[in-house]
């Protein structure tokens, strides 16, 4: 898999805050949710607005947010109500799996896994690295101090994931809970997590 290369070390070094969306009764569920566009639950919707306290509209010169409206209505109910939308920050495409569960899914197929074997008729690993990849360096492009992002589960481990340099597969290893803020920052010249899945 690819990794980001620096021929000189980054002089501007963006720090990007990434927000999962609140909570939705396929979230909550346990439901693979990628296409379909669903509201929040009352639950999701007030987790959505204690954000805003955390957030300081002033802070990002750069917002942006997946066009889907669980990502849109947490941002606006955080105190951001109009992003800039981007298609790569659209959550992992799940394809046939769209709707149930893992358990669902290993009844008929015990060791699958997304994050290596992708979804049927959906979008295999190579295809979300792909797109986050460019979105990636669209965030280190950004010549402000600050950017915000609203998105999804999947899609936002992958960010992490691909912000330090890791494959697709380890974002496995970064949980993401719905309402949560992570930070992305650096080290020196290196990439670094400066803080994740903190609610």
């Known amino acids: 898999m690819a990794t980001f290369r620096h021929e000189d070390p980054p002089t501007h070094r963006p720090e990007i805050w990434l927000v999962r969306h609140g909570q939705t009764e396929w979230s909550r569920d346990g439901k693979h949710t990628s296409g379909t566009d669903l509201p929040l639950t009352p639950v999701g919707e007030e987790a959505a607005r204690s954000l805003a306290a955390r957030l300081d509209g002033g802070a990002f010169g750069l917002v942006l947010s997946s066009p889907l409206q669980r990502a849109r209505v947490t941002a606006s109910l955080a105190g951001f109500a109009s992003p800039d939308l981007d298609d790569d920050l659209r959550e992992w495409d799940y394809g046939r799996y769209e709707g149930i569960t893992t358990a669902q899914i290993r009844e008929t197929d015990p060791d699958w896994s997304l994050w290596t074997d992708g979804a049927p008729g959906g979008e295999l690993p190579d295809d979300v690295e792909l797109r986050v990849d460019r979105l990636v360096a669209r965030l280190r492009a950004f010549d402000g101090e600050r950017a915000l992002v609203f998105a999804h589960g999947h899609i936002l481990r992958v960010v992490g994931a691909r912000w330090v340099g ?20 650096w080290d020196r010249e290196t990439p670094a997590i400066d803080r994740w899945n903190a609610p």
């Open 166 to 185: 890791l494959p697709v597969a380890d974002g496995a290893r970064l949980r993401l809970d719905t309402a949560t803020v992570s930070v992305l920052g």
